[in-house]
């Protein structure tokens, strides 16, 4: 733990205060973390567990050497501009925000001295701490603050480096949309469950556990996925008669295509073209 470590949240929603617990008395002391929010009960909420908060950008800020962004990409412009007097040199700034490019926050922190930009994809499961985050830097990022900014997000699950920011968009239609598509397939298994004459409850209880199940499984195992799929189904079994179903109708081929349309959607939001 650093005490020399200061972070600032602008914006302390859900993604923010996952983070803020992640680091919180691990990375720094939670007094060394700053929160800006226009919100009175968020305020509340990181004020109970020692952090600092202000309503709006205030001197607290040019303390802090590290920022991360963590509101709506709507008004992430306004934000990034109302905040960036309080910046000091070299500041390590982190956005959290899907859709807004390091090209837009160097021309909204145009005027300040040299920031270091770091642009993630999260995603949800950093809620509970089991969070997949994709990172890309800016060329001029030092290896020491790139280190820190994986050590940050690396607080709240796993993380991964990519070559070209426009990867973030192949990041958001994996992992960042991901988890709705494992939501659908729990959804999915227990409707199936009820038809097979189950309860609802006990249905939804076996499918989230076997998604869960199959999910450390896979994370501990030595094996790839494949290899795993394939000790599981039997010449002729029960499991094979439903592998088979999704082979037909090309289940595979499905979810390519829906990660394409995210990744579409995605690259249009970076791009300024999604509305």
């Known amino acids: ?35 800006v929010d ?18 709006s950008a205030d001197e607290a800020l040019r303390a802090c050497n590290v920022w991360i962004y963590a509101v709506k990409p709507q008004v992430m412009g306004q934000v990034v ?19 807004i490019t390091l090209a837009r926050f160097e021309e909204w922190l145009a005027g300040a001295e040299s920031p270091r930009l770091v642009r993630c994809m999260p995603n949800t499961p950093a809620l509970v701490g089991a969070g997949a985050s994709g990172l890309y830097a800016a060329a001029e990022v030092p290896q020491e603050q790139r280190e820190l900014a994986a050590s940050i997000l690396a607080a709240v699950g796993t ?19 991901g988890p709705a598509y494992i939501f659908l397939l729990i959804e999915a298994l227990t409707a199936g469950g009820e038809q097979l004459g189950l309860a609802q409850a006990d249905a939804q209880t076996l499918a989230i556990q076997t998604v869960l199940g199959a ?23 029960t499991t ?3 592998l088979q179903v999704f082979e037909q109708r090309e289940w595979a081929a499905i979810v390519g295509e829906a990660m394409q349309a995210a990744a579409r959607r995605a690259a249009e939001l970076s791009q300024g073209t999604g509305s």
């Open 159 to 177: 993380v991964t480096w990519v070559e070209r920011e426009e990867q973030l968009d192949a990041v958001t239609a994996l992992s960042g949309s």
């Open 81 to 99: 501009q109302a905040t960036r007097p309080w910046m000091a040199p070299g500041t390590l700034v982190i956005s959290i925000a899907a859709g």
């Open 215 to 237: 999910a450390q499984l896979a994370a501990n195992s030595t094996e790839s996925p494949a290899v795993l799929r394939q000790r599981v189904t039997s010449p002729g079994g």
């Open 38 to 55: 226009i919100n009175e009960d968020i305020r509340a909420r990181w004020q109970e567990q020692g952090s600092t908060v202000a309503a």
């Open 240 to 242: 094979a008669a439903a």
């Open 1 to 35: 733990m650093s005490k020399d470590l200061r972070i600032a949240f602008i914006g302390g929603g859900n993604m923010a205060a996952a983070l803020g617990a992640g680091l919180s008395g691990k990375l720094c002391p939670a007094g060394n973390i700053h929160v």
